[in-house]
C-alpha cells in the first residue's frame, strides 16, 4: 500500500520538518484546538453553556503557554489547518488535557471536543482522522465516550496525556483499553497534560524548557506502568503510540528494566516475557521531537540499540517546533525505512489503506 | 563490611553514604542534629577503624543554613570527601532554594552527591504500583533532576561546583544530552542566564556513579552510551553494598571496554575528582 505514496517519502519529511505536512506520508500528530469554550457551545448543553459564562471558564494553558521559537497557536477551523494539509494526517486536540476536577464538566468537554473536531475537520476533508479525546478523571466516563464515538472509523486512538494521576497502565484504566479495542481504536499518549501537581518526577517546574523536556521522563514512567501492570498481556493486540515525548532514551531504559525484572520478577507474575519484548512489540513513537546526536554515526547506533526505526512513525506535530532532528534520522535509514517511518507504521497502526475513506 | 566487601574485593578506598537523615519531613532542629550525629557516627565508628574508608557529609538539606553550618563544621576533616544529598527533595534540586548548600560544598571542595531516594511524592505520571516500576524510575528522577539543574543556571552560577548523581545508572545521559541542546536551541531567549549550551555544563560539572549499571545484550551498546555522552571520564564505580542489586567490582564493567576505560571507572576518575592519596592503590 505505501508503494506510490512513499517514492517521495524524503523530500516530503523534509518539507514536514520545515514549513509543511507531507505527501505520501501520515503524519501522526497536527493540533488542532478551539480558540474559546465558545467554539464548542453547539456541543455542550444549556447547562455547560451557562457553567462556563457565569464562571468564566477560560481556556488555558496549553495552546498560548508556547514561549518564542515554539511555533504559534493550534489552528481553530478547517480553513486555517486546510493550507498545510498534504496527505492522511491524525488531528490531535489537547483542550481537554487541561479540563478540571470536576468529572461531569471533564466528560462534557471531551465529547464537546470530539463533536467539533468531527464537524469542524473530519467531515470537510476526507484525509483527516483524530484522536478521540477522553475523560482523564474518570475511566467510566472514558469507556462510555468511546461508546459513543469509536464506531466512526475516522476516529483512529483514544488519546491519553502522559501526566496522570495513576499511571496508565494501572489496573484502574483497564476498562479504556478494553473498550478501546472493542471499537478497533489504539491509544496514543501524548505530552502534556493537567497543571496542578507537579508535571515532572522531581517536582514543579519553572520554565517551559523544563516542562517539554519533563515530558519525556514521564513517557518513560508509563512505558514502564503498561508492561508492569500486564496491560499487554490482557490486551494482545492494543499498541500504544508515544507522542511527543522523543525516543532516544528508549534504550537505555529497557537495559535497566530488563535488568531489574530479572531480579524482581516474582512481583509482577503476570509480565512472561522481557520487558523490553512487550515494548518492542507494543510501543511506537513519533519522530517529533527528534533528539539526536550530531553525529551521524551515533544516530544509526540509536536507532540500531531502540529496536531500529520500525519503532518509529513520523509526526510534524504541526505548528510546533522541536529543532532539524528528523532530516537527519532519515537520511541515515534505508528508502525501505523510510517507507515505514512515513507511512507503514502508521497504516499498520491504524488500519489505514491508500485510499481515504469517504 | 571488610570481610564481605573491603578485603573480598580488594577496595583500596570505599566511599559511605548514610541515607538516614535524608527524609525532608522533619522538624528542622531535629533533622540538624539528627544528620550531624549521623557524621559523627562516621566519624568515631567508620573513618577511625579502616583507613580505606572516605565519608559523606550528611545535611538538612530542607533548611540551607542549618545544612551550609554542617558543612562548615565538618569541612576541616578531609576524610569528608563530599556533601550528600538525597536525588529527590522538596523541590527540584535545581532550585535556588538549594544553592547555599552548593555553594558552601564548591566553597569548600566538596562535589555534592545526590543519592537516589528521598522525597518520593512528585509523580508527573502518578505514583507505581510496584517496586519494579519505582526502582527503574529512579533513573528516570536523575533524568528530571538533571534538567533542573541546567535550566536552573545552578552551574553558571557556581562555577567550582562538581556534582555526582547516584545510584541512577549511566546510560540515559546521552539521550538527555542531545533533549537538552535541541531544546535550549528553541528557546534561549527564555534561558539567557545559560550561556552555553547545556552538554557542556553537563560535561563540566557532572560525574555519576556506575551502579546499578545498564546491562543491554550487546555489551558494545552499553560502550556505545558512555561514548555517546562523553562519559569516559566521569564514571566512578560503585557497589551500591549491601543492596541486593550490588554490581561486583570484579565482574559489573563489561571486558568489552577494554582496560584504560574499565581502569578510569574502577579508580583514576574517582582519585581525581575527591583528590584521593594514590599510594594505596596498586598499579
Known amino acids: 500500500m505505501s508503494e506510490t505514496n512513499g517514492a517521495n517519502g524524503a523530500n516530503g519529511a523534509n518539507d514536514a520538518t520545515g514549513a509543511n505536512g507531507a505527501n505520501g506520508a501520515i503524519d501522526c500528530d497536527v493540533h488542532c484546538a478551539p480558540e474559546a469554550y465558545e467554539a464548542l457551545f453547539p456541543y455542550l448543553s444549556e447547562y455547560w453553556r451557562q457553567y462556563i459564562a457565569e464562571a468564566g471558564i477560560r481556556l488555558n494553558g496549553l495552546a498560548y503557554a508556547y514561549p518564542r521559537g515554539v511555533g504559534p497557536p493550534a489552528p481553530s477551523s478547517y480553513d486555517a489547518l486546510s493550507k498545510r494539509l498534504r496527505g492522511v494526517t491524525v488531528l490531535n486536540c489537547l483542550t481537554g488535557f487541561e479540563t478540571h476536577r470536576n468529572a461531569y464538566f471533564a466528560a462534557a468537554v471531551a465529547s464537546a471536543v470530539n463533536d467539533w473536531v468531527r464537524e469542524e475537520f473530519l467531515t470537510r476533508d476526507s484525509r483527516l482522522r483524530a484522536s478521540l479525546v477522553v475523560s482523564t478523571v474518570s475511566p467510566g466516563d472514558a469507556v462510555s465516550e468511546i461508546e459513543r464515538v469509536g464506531e466512526d472509523p475516522r476516529f483512529v486512538q483514544v488519546l491519553l496525556p502522559v501526566r496522570s494521576d495513576l499511571p496508565w497502565g494501572h489496573k484502574e484504566n483497564h476498562a479504556i483499553f478494553a473498550a478501546a479495542r472493542s471499537a478497533g481504536l489504539q491509544v496514543g499518549l501524548h505530552a502534556w497534560g493537567r497543571a496542578g501537581k507537579a508535571p515532572t518526577p522531581s517536582g514543579f517546574t519553572t520554565t517551559y524548557l523544563e516542562d517539554y523536556l519533563g515530558n519525556q521522563p514521564i513517557a518513560q514512567a508509563q512505558v514502564l506502568s503498561f508492561v508492569s501492570e500486564g496491560v499487554f498481556e490482557r490486551f494482545p493486540d492494543l499498541r500504544v503510540v508515544v507522542l511527543e515525548c522523543g525516543f532516544a532514551w528508549l534504550a537505555p531504559l529497557l537495559w535497566r528494566f530488563d535488568k531489574d525484572w530479572k531480579g524482581v520478577w516474582r512481583e509482577v507474575p503476570w509480565v512472561k516475557r522481557r520487558p523490553s519484548e512487550y515494548v518492542r512489540e507494543h510501543f511506537r513513537f513519533t519522530t517529533a521531537p527528534a533528539h539526536l546526536p550530531p553525529d551521524a554515526d551515533r544516530i544509526d547506533q540509536v536507532l540500531e540499540m531502540m529496536g531500529g526505526p520500525g519503532m518509529l512513525t513520523y509526526a510534524s506535530d504541526y505548528p510546533h517546533r522541536h529543532g532539524d532532528g528528523l532530516p537527519a534520522l532519515l537520511d541515515r535509514i534505508s528508502e525501505a525505512q523510510r517507507r515505514g517511518v512515513l507511512w507503514g507504521t502508521a497504516a499498520e497502526l491504524y488500519g489505514l489503506t491508500e485510499a481515504p475513506i469517504r | ?283
Open chain 2, 1 to 283: 563490611m571488610r570481610a564481605q566487601l573491603l578485603d573480598e574485593y580488594d577496595v583500596d578506598y570505599a566511599v559511605l553514604e548514610v541515607l538516614s537523615g535524608q527524609d525532608c519531613y522533619d522538624h528542622p532542629d531535629f533533622a540538624a542534629e539528627w544528620n550531624s550525629a549521623v557524621n559523627e557516627w562516621q566519624a568515631q565508628e567508620w573513618l577511625s577503624f579502616d583507613s580505606r574508608l572516605r565519608g559523606t557529609i550528611a545535611v538538612a538539606h530542607e533548611y540551607p543554613d542549618l545544612a551550609v553550618a554542617e558543612i562548615e563544621r565538618r569541612s576541616g576533616d578531609e576524610r569528608f570527601v563530599a556533601v550528600l544529598l538525597p536525588a529527590s527533595a522538596a523541590e527540584q534540586l535545581g532550585s535556588r532554594k538549594y544553592w547555599p548548600i552548593y555553594e558552601a560544598a564548591a566553597a569548600f571542595g566538596r562535589p555534592v552527591a545526590f543519592h537516589t531516594g528521598g522525597y518520593v511524592d512528585h509523580r508527573g505520571a502518578g505514583y507505581p504500583s510496584f517496586y519494579l516500576d519505582y526502582h527503574v524510575g529512579n533513573g528516570i528522577v536523575m533524568q528530571s533532576q538533571l534538567t533542573s539543574m541546567v535550566a536552573g543556571g545552578m552551574f553558571e552560577a557556581i562555577p567550582g561546583l562538581r556534582v555526582v548523581l547516584t545510584e541512577c545508572g549511566v546510560a540515559w545521559a546521552a539521550a538527555l544530552l542531545w533533549s537538552l541542546d535541541a531544546a535550549w536551541e528553541l528557546v534561549r531567549d527564555d534561558h539567557p542566564r545559560l550561556e552555553r549550551r547545556p552538554s557542556e555544563y553537563v560535561r563540566d560539572h557532572v560525574w555519576f556513579t556506575t551502579q546499578p549499571i545498564e546491562e543491554p545484550d550487546d555489551p558494545q551498546h552499553l560502550i556505545h552510551a558512555i561514548e555517546q555522552a562523553r562519559l569516559g571520564d566521569r564514571l566512578l564505580f560503585a557497589t551500591d553494598y549491601p543492596h541486593w542489586d550490588f554490581d561486583s567490582p570484579s565482574q559489573a564493567l563489561p571486558r568489552a571496554m577494554g582496560e584504560p576505560l574499565r581502569r578510569a571507572i574502577r579508580c583514576e576518575n574517582a582519585l581525581a575528582l575527591y583528590g584521593l592519596p594514590r599510594e594505596r592503590v596498586v598499579e
